[in-house]
């Protein structure tokens, strides 16, 4: 919506700017105005001010100064308006953005925190990962902007085999309420990439409960099976990464947090430490 306000904003500028200058040549030339009172009479004129100090003589400045008034009027409200719209639907997608950062941050506080450690685990390639994602208090917004062009070239991996599927089954099974609401939650559905998280972490909670034995199962699954944990794992971390890129502009005190209790640094500690 905001962008739509923004292309509209262009346009009806465009058109005012257009009639203005059309109007402030147009009296100069017709009507012999300085350029002072051309520029002063144009803006009354499109504004329907009206003053009567300074008005055209001839007929070629009077049929102007209609056009003006004709075509300026609508332009000079529809900037007005615009102009209005914008800063309102910034204020509105700044309080959604609050709203989704908060659902967010639900999110990882209740479940997402201890199924990025769990995937992390699993990663058999893990130290990279450590290292790209060591988070400090010293970060900044190029420091973020690094990881998560470092994270989209890195391939991710997960082995089945260190996994206790019975344990994640139950796990997800027992968060079935919190991911319902979530999904349902009309602030989340604005958010695609949170969706898709959403809508990914619960499909493999039905994978896995639609199998009534996670034992033995055949090569081909258990690579479905890991395909499906590789999507949550990729979708976490970047979900993970801008809301700690969030907290870190915003929140300190829970941005502190985040980083005392960090996944991927094997050497976090909650504990405050001098």
Known sequence: MTENNRIRLNIYLTVFIGLLSLGI???????????????????????????GDIHPQSDVGKLLALILIVGGVGTFLGVI???????????????????RNMVTGLFFSEMGSELLKRFNRLDPETKILQDILHISQKWHD??????????????????????????????????????????????????????????????????????????????????????????????????????????KKRYGYLFSLAVRTNPFDPTADVVVRE
């Open 25 to 51: 040549a147009g009296f100069m030339l017709v009507e012999r105005f300085s350029l002072t009172d051309a520029i002063y009479f144009s803006i009354v004129t499109m504004a329907t001010v009206g003053y």
């Open 142 to 247: 190029g420091d973020f902007e690094r990881a998560q062009r470092a994270i989209q070239q890195q391939p991710l991996v997960i082995d089945l085999s260190r996994c206790d599927l019975g344990t994640l089954r139950d796990g997800l099974e027992k968060k079935g309420d919190l991911l319902l609401r979530l999904i349902e939650n009309p602030v989340v559905q604005e958010d695609g990439n949170f969706t898709e998280l959403l809508r990914a972490v619960f499909h493999l909670r039905d994978e896995l409960l639609n199998r009534p034995d996670l034992v033995g199962l055949p090569a081909s699954d258990r690579k479905h099976l890991e395909n499906d944990m590789v999507r949550i794992y990729g979708l976490l971390i970047v979900e993970w990464l801008h809301y700690m890129r969030h907290l």
């Open 81 to 99: 308006a615009s102009i209005t719209d914008l800063f309102v639907n910034r204020r509105e997608e700044a309080f959604r953005r609050q709203k």
